[in-house]
């Protein structure tokens, strides 16, 4: 609503006075510019300007503003399975192995529930802006997101998240307990010679687990008893009561995971004054293009994984409970699993300097530096360890001002310490091959990498492997990307080639494959017109491997029809059904006790298609989001209830029919 006023003590001759073109009365300020009233207004003076770019990136990115995709806005991406719950541990559908080298603990089943530094945003905005995020999901599963940034000063941005996500459990003792938050600003001085970012990151994962179910059997009975699926026993947990409260977060069997991170990096740049001089009002923009810049950057985080047995006691290490461990999972000393905990602390500082050839291409430096990172572990059996690693780094990128050509060539050499001999190399090349050809990237990525501290003998958690002597697994990949925008095609693929591979054969022992191991996953994505308002999003993926320890669906697919029009000129409406089918495979295992996923050669699952129906839409700026998965488990043969589970993985179903209710809000403050 706008409301205006106004108030004249000498009313001029209407006659004399200046028109616009549309009849309007001019005043005298607008007389003097030519007639033109809104020729100098200030488009940000009533309005937002907004945009972001991920950290360590120059890409500048805006706000998602579509309706369709829902996964968006949700915590985990299509191609993840997760363990009968929201919160649970997940495991990607498409291969996806880490190659970072250096010091890995070894810990990231709850991953895709946690924030980093690589995916923090940077904004700038000329006004405060917030986003409010509300995901109600059946049995009191729910989502809450908060977001808040805005520029304390022209050059200078700070911005606010904080993510809840909590459930219940659709199975026994299957709660969970997610939060995050993360604060990061932005800044630089007014001549722009320093700059700097801080970012402080603090996330906890907090899961129940049961070991999944007794048998997959009862699923199947038809008496009526385990229609209600929380009333199936589970391996472990016990027989908790089911509780809606949304804050009730006790974790009695399962992981707590907690990590806080503090991140400050900060630079100051020798180059070139610049000024830009506005001919109409003759106002000056100061610029300045740097040359030569010096930077440092310092990391101190800790670490915590914790699994809590709260079922054991020390009277009942010879029950029936007690063998569940020893039987099911095979583990000696049980009385040790009653509390197991690794704790890190990790403390790195790296400087290094950038060099930029072409002072109006901030897109094209070379840089050089080096880093030490100071190590400190804790653990429950062997007390504490302290180790170093000394590393030096390079990176060279150039976007050209044409966007003809986009380099990017990094590399990393671990010298000495806890990681020495560990490296990465990878360069990716991107180039347009013109508006109807498309756009075509290739990259490669070699690296050496220790494993995960987890897999090392000092570790608290259950490792009977009595040697010590793993060899550094070495990764390659190939990789390549096609776009064509005027047939909305995209096509990829990756091949990996690894040797040394370090996996978990059983729940409590790992070993190395030392032979030569390949994966080759081709992919393809594209938006097919059915109609003047229905669209079909189509994505297709097949992967090969050569190795039984490697488990992979040979077909991955994904699909969603959906009718996407605009309802009386302000609302964005997008309703249909999504599909998403993998074809049998030997799925992974889970180990509750070390929170790590095992490949298994025994139990194969093979799932009907998951089955969505939505209807999301978008006015101005309030989204909804509804959604009702996995219609596929409606089972005529038992009153037409929703108890054909699907498999996450051996003994984990996923749930029946699952209602999401979602509201997504921006303000402008």
Do not use: C
Not at 28 to 52: E, V, W
Not at 81 to 94: D, H, I, K, R
Not at 312 to 317: N, Q, V
Not at 376 to 392: C, H, I, K, V, W
């Amino acid at each position: 609503m706008l409301v205006s006023a106004a108030l004249l003590a000498q009313r001029p001759s209407l006659q004399n006075m200046r028109r616009d073109a549309q009849g309007r009365p001019m005043g005298a300020a607008s007389q003097m510019k030519g007639g033109d009233s809104l020729q100098r207004r200030d488009n940000n003076a009533d309005s937002i300007t907004i945009f972001y770019r991920l950290f360590d990136s120059s890409r500048i990115l805006f706000i998602d503003s579509t309706v369709g995709e829902f996964h968006k806005r949700f915590a985990l991406k299509p191609d993840m399975l997760f363990l009968g719950s929201l919160g649970q541990p997940t495991t990607s559908l498409l291969f996806q192995p880490l190659m970072r080298p250096g010091f890995d603990h070894g810990f990231h089943a709850y991953d895709a529930y946690r924030y980093t530094v690589e995916g923090t945003r940077i904004f700038q905005t000329t006004r405060p802006y917030s986003e409010l995020d509300y995901i109600l999901g059946s049995r009191s599963e729910q989502t809450i997101n908060v977001l808040h940034t805005q520029n304390l000063k022209p050059t200078w941005n700070a911005s606010f998240e904080y993510r809840y996500l909590g459930s219940p459990g659709n199975f026994s003792a299957s709660n969970t307990a997610h939060s995050n938050m993360r604060l990061a600003s932005g800044f630089s001085t007014r001549n722009r010679r320093y700059s700097g970012h801080f970012i402080y990151i603090s996330n906890r994962n907090r899961a129940s687990q049961n070991g999944g179910i007794l048998s997959d059997s009862l699923l199947d009975i038809d008496n009526g008893q385990f229609n209600n699926r929380g009333s199936i026993r589970t391996w472990l947990g016990g027989e908790p009561a089911f509780s809606t409260n949304f804050f009730s977060t006790a974790i009695r069997v399962g992981h707590d995971y907690r990590q806080q991170q503090l991140y400050w990096r900060h630079q100051y740049d020798f180059g070139q004054k610049d000024s830009l001089v506005n001919e109409e009002d003759s106002s000056v923009t100061r610029l300045f293009y740097p040359r030569f810049r010096v930077q440092h950057s310092i990391s101190y985080q800790t670490m915590r994984f914790l699994y809590n047995e709260g079922e054991l006691s020390d009277t009942s290490l010879t029950d029936a409970y007690a063998n569940v461990y020893r039987q099911r999972f095979g583990v000696r000393r049980v009385g040790a699993i009653q509390a197991i905990r690794d704790q890190w602390t990790d403390l790195t500082n790296e400087a290094a300097v950038l060099a930029y050839p072409q002072k109006n291409n901030q897109d094209q430096f070379l840089k050089a530096g080096a880093g030490l990172q100071l190590l400190q572990g804790r653990f429950d059996t062997a007390g504490r360890a302290s180790y170093t690693n000394l590393y030096l780094l390079g990176e060279y990128r150039n976007r050209t001002r044409n966007r003809r050509w986009d380099i990017n060539a990094h590399g990393r050499l671990f010298l000495s310490g806890l990681n020495a001999g560990d490296y990465t190399a990878a360069i990716s090349l991107q180039t347009s091959l013109g508006k109807k050809a498309g756009i075509l990237q290739l990259g490669f990525q070699n690296s050496n990498r220790t494993p995960s501290f987890v897999f090392d003998t000092l570790t608290s958690f259950i490792n009977e492997s009595r040697d010590n002597d793993l060899r550094a697994e070495n990764w390659t990949r190939f990789s390549g990307n096609y776009y064509l925008p005027s047939l909305q095609l995209h096509l990829l693929g990756n091949y990996y080639l690894v040797s040394n591979y370090t996996y978990w054969n059983t729940y409590t022992t790992r070993t190395q494959e030392a032979t030569l191991q390949t994966v080759l996953h081709l992919g393809a994505e594209k938006k097919i017109k059915l109609g003047k308002r229905w669209n079909w999003y189509a994505e297709v993926h097949l992967q090969t491997e050569t190795s039984d320890v490697i488990n992979l669906p040979l077909v991955y697919t994904r699909h969603r029809i959906a009718l996407e029009t605009v309802v009386k000129k302000n609302m964005n409406l997008s309703t249909g059904v999504e599909i998403r089918y993998f074809t049998p495979f030997t799925a992974n295992d889970f180990s509750p006790m070390n929170g790590q996923w095992l490949p298994q050669d025994t139990a194969r699952i093979s799932n009907r298609p998951d089955i969505a129906a939505y209807l999301n839409f978008r006015i101005r700026a309030f989204r909804l989001f509804t959604r009702i998965e996995n219609l596929n488990t409606i089972d005529p043969n038992r009153g037409f209830g929703f108890l054909a589970n699907n498999l996450a993985a051996p003994l984990y179903p996923t749930p029946g029919m699952f209602i999401r209710f979602g509201i997504y809000w921006s303000f402008v403050n």
